[in-house]
Each structure stands twice: as structure tokens, then as C-alpha cells.
């Protein structure tokens, strides 16, 4: 999953109560299926910075709820609003994580990039700009190798 930084980034996560944030707002069909379809509690998630200078997996996270409707998508208040949706027929979908670690050091493109599991990753893929991607088992423990952390999720299903 990928945020800026300045909207919503990993110390922003780690501050919450319980650690836990709802991953609202997301507008992309594609994304949406990944929520609603794929993603279950207990997943792990790499949490990565984008639109900074030096774009990284910054840190990890659990999902802790299996996807609901967002409830953003229904405010008319909310940045978010979309008059699509509906109670009775949602169309936007979110998921709860909850904060796991900080990677000792940010991995950035070019260490992706570099490395044989994770160079083709999608994050990676030019004009990919999907704030929530798929992530193989092999690249959640290539990720874990190269920061030199342990796995930090105990039960449930990987990525």
C-alpha cells in the first residue's frame, strides 16, 4: 500500500490509537478488487512512501478487517464523495491495518530495482500508479531479508 507521506504516511499510522487506520479513499477499480476480493486479515503490507524525493517501503503493517464499504465514498463532505455509491450499493471498499515496524533504513526503487525477487515488482512498473498492489511471499521475505527484520506477522495469511 502506498501513500504520500504528507497525506497519510507511516508515523502517522504508528501515532494512531491501537496503531490501527482504516485505508479509505482509494478510486481505482483495479485497487478496489484487491481490497474487496484478495486481501484478508492477517496479510502483511508493505507500507511505501510515494511523491517523495526518494520513493521506499518505508514499513510494514497487518490487515487487521477484511474489506467493508468506505463510508467516504457516501459522505457528500468528504474529499473522497463519490454520488455513485450507495448504501445498498457500494462501490468503494476499504480494509483496517495495523502498524507491524519501521524498516531499520527505507528501500527505496533503486534498491528494488536491484535486487533479482524484487525487480519486478509493480510498484516498480512504469506508470503504475495503483496505491495498493499485490506482493508475492517471496518478495515480503526478500523485503524482510534485506532490512535485516523478522517477520513480524504471527498467524493468518502472507501476502
Not at 462501490?91 to 524498516?103: E, F, G, K, S
Amino acid at each position: 500500500m502506498k501513500s504520500e507521506p504528507g497525506c497519510y504516511g507511516l508515523q502517522t499510522l504508528k501515532d494512531e490509537p491501537e496503531q490501527i487506520t482504516c485505508w479509505d479513499g482509494v478510486r481505482n477499480y483495479q485497487a478496489r478488487n484487491l481490497l474487496r476480493d484478495r486481501i484478508r486479515v492477517g496479510d502483511g503490507v508493505l507500507f511505501y512512501h510515494s511523491n517523495i524525493r526518494w520513493p521506499a517501503v518505508v514499513g510494514l503493517a497487518e490487515v487487521v478487517r477484511d474489506s467493508y464499504p468506505d463510508h467516504t465514498a457516501l459522505d457528500p463532505n468528504a474529499d473522497h464523495f463519490d454520488p455513485k455509491s450507495s448504501v445498498d450499493n457500494p462501490v468503494w471498499y476499504m480494509v483496517d491495518i495495523q502498524y507491524r515496524a519501521t524498516l531499520p533504513r527505507p528501500l527505496t526503487r533503486v534498491d528494488l530495482a536491484g535486487h533479482p525477487v524484487l525487480s519486478g515488482m509493480g510498484v516498480l512498473k512504469k506508470g503504475n500508479r495503483l496505491s495498493v498492489q499485490p506482493v508475492s511471499a517471496a518478495e515480503w521475505r526478500a523485503i524482510l531479508e534485506l532490512s535485516g527484520l523478522p517477520d513480524p506477522l504471527t498467524g493468518g495469511r502472507r501476502p
